[in-house]
């Protein structure tokens, strides 16, 4: 899924340099990013779980359900990002009617994904 388009007119970005953390495992945001450019890798333990690329959104479960974030976001390349606080990120709800449901398959792909490493990883044992 890829969000850029939705943003590509956005004035107020956030930049990262490469190696810079944007998001830390166990820390708490009130924000989620949308990348318009560069690449992030998304670690777990660090090891690289995904490479986020154009479109792509970083830090969307701790919005949602006000958790400590479950992975390391690190700025894999210089980035520019857009920041989404809650108060935006529900008025998009609201006015944009496919973006709650294209965050859910995002949420739903990744889960998947997941489940999938996870299953692999009992096979290796």
């Known amino acids: 899924m890829d969000f850029s388009n939705l943003f ?3 004035t107020e970005t956030v930049n990262f340099s490469s190696g810079e953390t944007i998001l830390k495992c166990g820390e ?9 450019e560069g690449e992030a890798e998304v670690r777990l333990g660090g090891q690289v779980i995904y490479t986020a690329k154009t479109g792509t959104l970083l830090g969307e479960l701790g919005l949602i ?8 976001v690190i700025a894999r390349t210089d980035c ?6 809650k108060r935006r990120f529900l008025f998009l709800i609201q006015q944009t ?6 965050v859910m398959n995002v949420i739903a792909e990744r889960l998947r994904a997941m489940n999938h490493h996870a299953m692999e990883s009992f096979g290796n044992r």
């Open 28 to 36: 708490m945001s009130d924000v989620m990013y949308v990348v318009i």
């Open 65 to 72: 359900d006000h958790n400590p974030g479950s992975a390391d």
């Open 8 to 10: 590509r007119h956005e």
């Open 80 to 85: 520019r990002l857009v920041a989404i606080d």
């Open 97 to 102: 009617p496919n973006f709650a449901l294209d």
